[in-house]
């Protein structure tokens, strides 16, 4: 039986993914880096600003506006205002709590982005004091820093968990961190979430997946 179940926040419970990723090639455009949306999901979907902000500016030669994360975050929050969860996700919740399964949140975002977001969809009373940010670790995703240091914070082995992603440097971090994975493809190419063990197109089967599992 699965000891513990790890969510990622972005576009596996808020449905925020589309909104970030307009937002952030918006602003890159903006630096003198032009990216459109898809390309956006491509590159930086999953990772932290840190490694977005490393990675663009490699690209561009040069370092982004110091301002960029903070005009992004703005932005972000503003958007926040009409941001609704996943569509099935609170019944998976509902599910893992009547069976007494326990869960967390592993993010890339910052514990102010998560907390935020939770709030925005009612949330976050549901994962409060269990919240783990790539802002907790020394590497964030694809590394399995994020991941592991959840487990241990719950007192779960690794083995023992089971990971909820969609963005394939997620699966990749709980690949990495020995943890099964359950990839969600509701935004994704599901080709590029092959390595998790089981990918699904529709949240209302994540339930009967855990159970499974």
């Known amino acids: 039986m699965t000891g513990l179940v790890i969510f990622d926040n972005d576009g596996v419970l ?5 909104l970030a990723n307009t937002i952030l090639a ?3 455009t903006e630096a003198g880096l032009p990216y459109t949306f898809e390309e956006a999901v ?4 999953g990772g932290s600003m840190a490694s977005m902000r490393q990675k663009a ?5 040069r370092p982004l506006p110091a301002d960029l994360e903070d005009r992004y975050h703005q932005r972000l929050f503003d958007g926040f205002a009409n941001l ?5 996700v609170e019944a998976v919740l509902d599910h893992l709590d009547e069976r007494g399964v326990r869960y967390c949140l592993a993010s890339s975002g910052t514990h102010r982005r998560i907390r935020t977001a939770l709030t925005a969809v009612g949330f976050l009373h549901r994962f409060e004091g269990r919240i783990f940010s790539a802002e907790d670790v020394a590497h964030g995703k694809p590394a399995p820093d994020l991941f ?6 719950m007192g779960v082995k690794p083995a023992d968990c089971l990971v909820v992603e ?4 997620g699966v990749a971090a709980a690949v990495a961190a020995g943890m099964k994975v359950f990839g969600y493809a509701g935004m994704t190419d599901p ?4 390595e998790a063990d089981t990918v699904f197109h529709n949240m209302t089967a994540l339930a009967a997946l855990i159970d499974g599992a």
């Open 191 to 194: 080709a590029k979430l092959s």
């Open 84 to 88: 609704q969860a996943i569509e099935g």
């Open 42 to 45: 491509r590159d930086f979907m």
């Open 166 to 169: 969609d963005s394939p440097l």
């Open 57 to 61: 500016e490699a690209q561009l030669g």
């Open 14 to 18: 808020v449905d925020s993914e589309r």
């Open 26 to 28: 918006e602003l890159l």
């Open 148 to 153: 592991l240091h959840a487990a241990a914070s």
